[in-house]
């Protein structure tokens, strides 16, 4: 086969052309993912779909949270944060005490809240990207005032469409508590659902007598199998899944090929008595070559995609990702296609 004017072996061809299409795929489903996570932020506010609210009543102490906080740490718990809302007619804000990582929104600049800047003795805030335009700079740090109190800007979250999280305002925990008092609405939120239940009831045993917490730890009704199995978002997910098995499937079947049109160079190297790594390298450098250029004809075709449609937003972070996966799938593929035809090529050696 010839194009433009060169001579291109049959199964770099096909294998150029399922790389490519393997590409496309697995950067469209790394982008979608991350497209769904941020809709599903923004949708619940930051929380991750499974979080409870609680309150705290009678505490005479307003700082039983120092003695708490250290005693959830303490149990090992990883994973969960506590919010405290605070009222404001003009923009969400939440203070934000978080240990591990739950979801973490999209970042425009910056770094978002961890377990030391949540639990901070100074105070630090996060800020949706509509209130950047607030932010000062003073001594090469940035700064936000809130209710009459100064606060070193971490970072800017948001996204480019219009979205809650850009309204949004996050304060170090100890600060929200400070302005509203311990006595109060929280939302306890956890990554996986089952921690709600272990972390909320250490919440009810760890504020002493005569402090109160109040917290749904009920389980609702299970959903069944079916119900489980035909949700928009297992629906989602399997045909996603089940697209990129199927073009995996045909790289393999592709590769197998591609080896094919290898054979007499690989009897060759034999006869030559190349060394097994040097076999090894030589077939690597002409398969990650290829599959290389198919990537970045991938990525150029993902983006002329992205030109038409305008709702479809690919980031850098998506190619990467997508690199990692597309040379992670390869390798398997090509030592496992290389262990298929090394056999084949022995059988047919001892035939002769």
């Given at each position: 086969?010839?194009?433009?004017?060169?001579?291109?072996?049959?199964?770099?061809?096909?294998?150029?052309?399922?790389?490519?299409?393997?590409?496309?795929?697995?950067?469209?489903?790394?982008?979608?993912?991350?497209?769904?996570?941020?809709?599903?932020?923004?949708?619940?506010?930051?929380?991750?779909?499974?979080?409870?609210?609680?309150?705290?009543?009678?505490?005479?102490?307003?700082?039983?949270?120092?003695?708490?906080?250290?005693?959830?740490?303490?149990?090992?718990?990883?994973?969960?944060?506590?919010?405290?809302?605070?009222?404001?007619?003009?923009?969400?804000?939440?203070?934000?005490?978080?240990?591990?990582?739950?979801?973490?929104p999209p970042m425009v600049r910056g770094k978002y809240f961890d377990e030391s800047t949540s639990w901070s003795d100074k105070p630090y805030a996060v800020l949706g990207?509509?209130?950047?335009?607030?932010?000062?700079?003073?001594?090469?740090?940035?700064?936000?005032?809130?209710?009459?109190?100064?606060?070193?800007?971490?970072?800017?979250?948001?996204?480019?469409?219009?979205?809650?999280?850009?309204?949004?305002?996050?304060?170090?925990?100890?600060?929200?508590?400070?302005?509203?008092?311990?006595?109060?609405?929280?939302?306890?939120?956890?990554?996986?659902?089952?921690?709600?239940?272990?972390?909320?009831?250490?919440?009810?045993?760890?504020?002493?007598?005569?402090?109160?917490?109040?917290?749904?730890?009920?389980?609702?009704?299970?959903?069944?199998?079916?119900?489980?199995?035909?949700?928009?978002?297992?629906?989602?997910?399997?045909?996603?899944?089940?697209?990129?098995?199927?073009?995996?499937?045909?790289?393999?079947?592709?590769?197998?090929?591609?080896?094919?049109?290898?054979?007499?160079?690989?009897?060759?190297?034999?006869?030559?008595?190349?060394?097994?790594?040097?076999?090894?390298?030589?077939?690597?450098?002409?398969?990650?070559?290829?599959?290389?250029?198919?990537?970045?004809?991938?990525?150029?075709?993902?983006?002329?995609?992205?030109?038409?449609?305008?709702?479809?937003?690919?980031?850098?972070?998506?190619?990467?990702?997508?690199?990692?996966?597309?040379?992670?799938?390869?390798?398997?593929?090509?030592?496992?296609?290389?262990?298929?035809?090394?056999?084949?090529?022995?059988?047919?050696?001892?035939?002769?």
């Amino acid at each position: 086969m010839k194009i433009f004017g060169k001579k291109i072996p049959g199964g770099n061809f096909l294998l150029f052309l399922s790389f490519t299409t393997i590409s496309v795929c697995i950067i469209l489903i790394v982008s979608t993912m991350r497209k769904e996570s941020i809709n599903s932020l923004s949708k619940n506010a930051l929380y991750t779909g499974h979080q409870r609210e609680f309150s705290i009543k009678y505490s005479e102490d307003e700082k039983q949270w120092e003695q708490v906080i250290p005693k959830l740490c303490g149990k090992g718990y990883n994973n969960f944060a506590v919010y405290a809302p605070l009222e404001d007619s003009e923009k969400i804000v939440r203070g934000l005490y978080i240990k591990g990582k739950t979801d973490i929104p999209p970042m425009v600049r910056g770094k978002y809240f961890d377990e030391s800047t949540s639990w901070s003795d100074k105070p630090y805030a996060v800020l949706g990207r509509e209130f950047e335009r607030d932010v000062y700079v003073r001594d090469g740090r940035r700064y936000y005032s809130y209710n009459n109190k100064e606060y070193e800007v971490l970072g800017i979250m948001g996204t480019k469409e219009d979205s809650r999280i850009n309204y949004m305002v996050i304060i170090d925990f100890r600060s929200a508590v400070g302005i509203a008092g311990i006595n109060k609405e929280y939302v306890l939120d956890t990554k996986k659902e089952s921690d709600l239940y272990d972390v909320g009831g250490d919440l009810i045993v760890y504020f002493a007598s005569p402090a109160e917490v109040y917290i749904g730890l009920d389980k609702g009704p299970e959903e069944s199998f079916m119900e489980k199995l035909i949700s928009s978002e297992v629906i989602m997910d399997t045909m996603q899944i089940m697209i990129l098995i199927s073009f995996l499937l045909s790289t393999i079947i592709v590769t197998l090929i591609w080896f094919r049109f290898r054979r007499q160079m690989m009897f060759a190297w034999k006869l030559c008595g190349y060394e097994k790594y040097a076999e090894y390298i030589e077939m690597a450098k002409r398969y990650y070559m290829t599959a290389g250029v198919s990537f970045v004809a991938g990525s150029i075709i993902m983006f002329a995609i992205m030109g038409i449609i305008s709702n479809m937003a690919i980031t850098a972070g998506d190619i990467i990702t997508a690199l990692g996966m597309t040379i992670g799938f390869g390798t398997v593929i090509l030592f496992t296609c290389y262990a298929i035809e090394k056999r084949r090529l022995q059988k047919n050696s001892k035939k002769y």
